[in-house]
C-alpha cells in the first residue's frame, strides 16, 4: 500500500511542480506569478482548514502571531520564485527553487525528522560527508516529520535554532570576528627592514599536466585559505607591534607577471601578504609569501594543500592528508598557529658577533626585473657526487657555491690582503629538532665561511670546512641559543613599550649591521618534496625562488622532485658571472646540468 500511495504523492508534486511552473511563463500576463501564489495559498488555505476543524489541530491567537512572520517570508520567497521564471529556463529554474538539500549538503549541518520519509537518504548523506573529511553534524528529532524546522515547533525550536546560530556565526557569518596573531620573533624584522623597491618574498610553483582551470582553482583557493588562519592574512600596523589579520576572503587569482617576485609597494602587503598567480603557457600555477607569514616549510604545505584541493575539485579524485598535505575542511590545530621560537627558547644566548661577507656588485636593472636561471640536474647525478666528497647534498651545493664567489672575489680583488671573508646563509629547519606543528616561522641558520686572506681553498677543503661547521652548529643547544638571543630582545620591558615608528628606526638599523650583510648571499634547500600518489600524476614540476637581499644581488633556492633537482639562482643585477662560475663547478663535479633563463 505504501508504494502506491508514495508513486501517488509522487505524481501530484511533479505534476503540480510542472504545471505551476509553465503556468508562470505567460509572458503576456504581468501577473502571473502572483495568480499563482494565491492559487497555491487557496490550496494550502483548504488544507489548513481541514487540520482545524476537521483533524482538531489546536488553533489560538499566541500560534498564529507566532507563525504568521514564518509564513509571511514563505510566501514572499515563493513569490520570488514564481516571478523568475519569466528570465531562466524551467531545467534551471526547479533545482534552484528545490535546492534546499544541496544547501544542507554544503553547510554540513543536517536536521531530520525521526518519522520521515528521507531519514534514510539523510544518514547516508552523513556517512559519506565524514568519510570525505567534512566535519558534518547530523540532528535526528524523534517523532518529526519532512523539513520540520521550517514549523518553528515549541519542542525542538530553542535547541534546533540554538544549533545554527553557532554554525551561522562560526562559519558563514561576514561579521565574524577575523583571527589576529602577533608577528613571530623571526619575523618582525621584515617589516621594519623593508625599502621602497624592496620587500621580503619567496616563491613556490608547480607546472601541471595540463592548462590551469582558473575558476576551479579559483574554488580550491577559497577552501584552502580558510584552512590556513596564520597564512592567508594581511600585514596591519599596531601601536607597538605589527600583528597579522586574517583575509575574509580569498585574494584574487593574478596573471603571471613579466619575472617571478615582482616587487609590489608595501601597500599590497597590508592588503594581503600571498599573490597566486598562473601562467598557462606553461600550465603554471605559483604562490609568492611575504616571509613574515611563514618559512619555506609552512609555505610547501599551503601549497601542497592546495594543489590537493584543486587536483580533487579538478579531476574528482580523493587526495589523502599525507606528505604534508591537511585535511582541507579540518579546522586549524592551535600548534599551528604558534610563536615556536617563544615555546624552545633557552636561557642561554649566542652572540650576533660575525665578520662582514663579501658582497658582489653589478649593473642594477633599472626596472626592478628580476633575472632567473634555473639549472635542473639529476638528482641522483648529485647525490652520487656528495657522496664521493663526504658530504650532504646541502654541503655540496654551498661548497661549489661559495668556491664560485671565491673565484669570483679574486678576479676582481687581486690584492689577497683587501678579500673579505666568503659565507653562504643556509637555513635550517627547527621543526627536525623540536617537536613543533607550527606553519609561522621556525628556522634558523649556520653561515659557513673561508677567509681568503688566510690562502686559497681547494674544492674538498672547503667541502670540509662546510660539513665541519655543520656538524658543530647543526643541533639543538646551539640552534636554541642562537634564537634565544632574540626572544630575549622581544621580551624586554623597555622595547615591549616603544613605539612602532621608533622600534621600525632602530630594527632596520640592526638589520643593516648585522643581517644580510654577513653573509653573501642565502642557499635554501627545500629538499625532496613528497606528494601522495594520486595527486603526484598530475605535477610535472616543482620550483622554489627565494627573493633577492635587500642589499645584496643574489640568492638562491633548490628543491628536488621526481627525480629532479631544481637549482634557481635569482639576481637583480644584469652580470650572470656568479651563476656562470657555479655552474663550471658544478660540471667539472660530474654533474650533468640544463640551463633555462628569463634574461631579457
Known amino acids: 500500500m505504501w508504494f502506491w500511495l508514495s508513486l501517488i504523492a509522487l505524481l501530484c508534486w511533479s505534476g503540480s511542480d510542472l504545471f505551476s511552473k509553465i503556468g508562470c511563463r505567460d509572458e503576456d500576463d504581468r501577473l502571473s506569478h502572483l495568480k499563482m501564489v494565491m492559487a497555491v495559498g487557496v490550496v494550502m488555505g483548504l488544507h489548513a482548514a481541514f487540520e482545524i476543524f476537521v483533524g482538531g489541530t489546536e488553533i489560538s491567537f499566541s500560534i498564529i502571531l507566532t507563525y504568521l512572520p514564518v509564513s509571511l517570508l514563505y510566501i514572499g520567497s ?26 544542507v549538503a554544503v553547510l554540513t549541518l543536517l536536521f531530520v525528522g525521526g518519522d520521515e520519509i528521507m531519514l534514510d537518504d539523510t544518514r547516508l548523506l552523513y556517512e559519506k560527508l565524514t568519510a570525505a573529511g567534512c566535519k558534518s553534524r547530523m540532528i535526528v528529532a524523534p517523532e518529526r516529520w519532512h ?80 584552512r590556513f588562519p596564520s597564512i592567508a592574512v594581511r600585514l596591519q600596523p599596531g601601536v607597538f607591534w605589527y600583528y597579522l589579520e586574517q583575509l575574509p576572503k580569498a585574494p584574487e587569482i593574478q596573471a603571471e607577471r613579466s619575472c617571478p617576485l615582482a616587487h609590489a609597494p608595501f601597500g599590497k602587503v597590508r592588503e594581503c601578504a600571498l599573490r597566486v598567480l598562473v601562467y598557462n603557457e606553461r600550465n ?163 653561515t659557513p665561511e673561508i677567509d681568503p686572506c688566510m690562502g686559497d681553498y681547494s674544492f674538498d677543503e672547503i667541502c670540509s670546512i662546510v660539513h665541519h661547521r655543520m656538524g658543530l652548529e647543526n643541533n639543538p643547544q646551539s640552534m636554541r641559543a642562537k634564537f634565544a ?75 628536488s622532485w621526481n627525480g629532479t633537482m631544481y637549482i634557481n639562482c635569482i639576481r637583480n643585477i644584469r652580470e650572470p658571472e656568479l651563476e656562470m662560475r657555479f655552474y663550471r663547478v658544478l660540471k667539472s663535479l660530474g654533474i650533468h646540468i640544463k640551463v633555462e633563463s628569463n634574461m631579457r
Open 485 to 559: 638571543a632574540n626572544v630575549a630582545s622581544e621580551k624586554s620591558p623597555f622595547l615591549k613599550v616603544v613605539p612602532l615608528f621608533v622600534k621600525n628606526i632602530v630594527m632596520k638599523a640592526v638589520f643593516d649591521s648585522v643581517g644580510e650583510c654577513k653573509s653573501c648571499l642565502c642557499l635554501s634547500n627545500l629538499g625532496n618534496v613528497q606528494l601522495p600518489e594520486v595527486m603526484a600524476q598530475y605535477v610535472s614540476r616543482l620550483d622554489f625562488i627565494i627573493g633577492v637581499q635587500a642589499k645584496a644581488p643574489h640568492n638562491c633556492g633548490v628543491v
Open 147 to 226: 523539513a520540520y524546522v521550517l514549523y518553528c515547533l515549541s519542542e525542538n525550536m530553542p535547541s534546533d535554532f540554538e544549533a545554527i546560530n553557532k554554525f551561522m556565526d562560526r562559519v558563514l557569518s561576514p561579521a565574524r570576528s577575523l583571527r589576529w596573531m602577533r608577528l613571530d620573533n623571526a619575523a618582525k624584522i621584515y617589516p621594519a627592514a623593508k625599502r621602497r623597491n624592496w620587500v621580503n618574498f619567496f616563491r613556490l610553483s608547480a607546472e601541471l599536466s595540463e592548462p590551469v582551470d582558473i575558476p576551479v582553482l579559483r574554488a580550491a583557493l577559497d577552501v584552502t585559505v580558510r
Open 78 to 103: 515563493m513569490t520570488l520564485g514564481y516571478l523568475g521564471l519569466r528570465y531562466i529556463e524551467l531545467s534551471v529554474s526547479s533545482p534552484i527553487c528545490n535546492s534546499s538539500g544541496a544547501l
Open 284 to 446: 603554471r600555477v605559483a604562490v609568492e609569501f611575504f616571509h613574515a607569514v611563514t618559512d619555506g616549510n609552512g609555505g610547501m604545505t599551503f601549497f601542497k594543500t592546495l594543489l590537493a584541493e584543486y587536483i580533487s575539485q579538478k579531476y574528482g579524485v580523493a587526495v589523502p592528508t599525507e606528505h604534508g598535505v591537511l585535511g582541507r575542511l579540518e579546522e586549524p590545530d592551535e600548534e599551528e598557529l604558534e610563536d615556536s621560537f617563544l615555546r624552545y627558547a633557552g636561557d642561554v644566548k649566542a652572540s650576533r658577533k660575525e665578520a662582514t661577507a663579501y658582497h658582489l656588485t653589478g649593473t642594477p636593472e633599472p626596472d626592478g626585473f628580476k633575472n632567473l636561471i634555473t639549472m635542473i640536474a639529476p638528482s641522483d647525478d648529485v647525490r652520487a657526487a656528495a657522496k664521493r666528497h663526504g658530504v650532504t647534498v646541502t654541503e655540496l651545493l654551498c661548497a661549489a657555491m661559495m668556491q664560485a664567489i671565491n673565484e669570483l672575489q679574486a678576479e676582481r680583488v687581486p690584492q689577497r690582503r683587501l678579500r673579505k671573508p666568503v659565507k653562504v646563509l643556509l637555513p635550517v629547519n627547527l621543526r627536525r629538532m623540536f617537536p613543533s606543528k607550527t606553519l609561522r616561522n621556525f628556522v634558523s641558520y649556520i
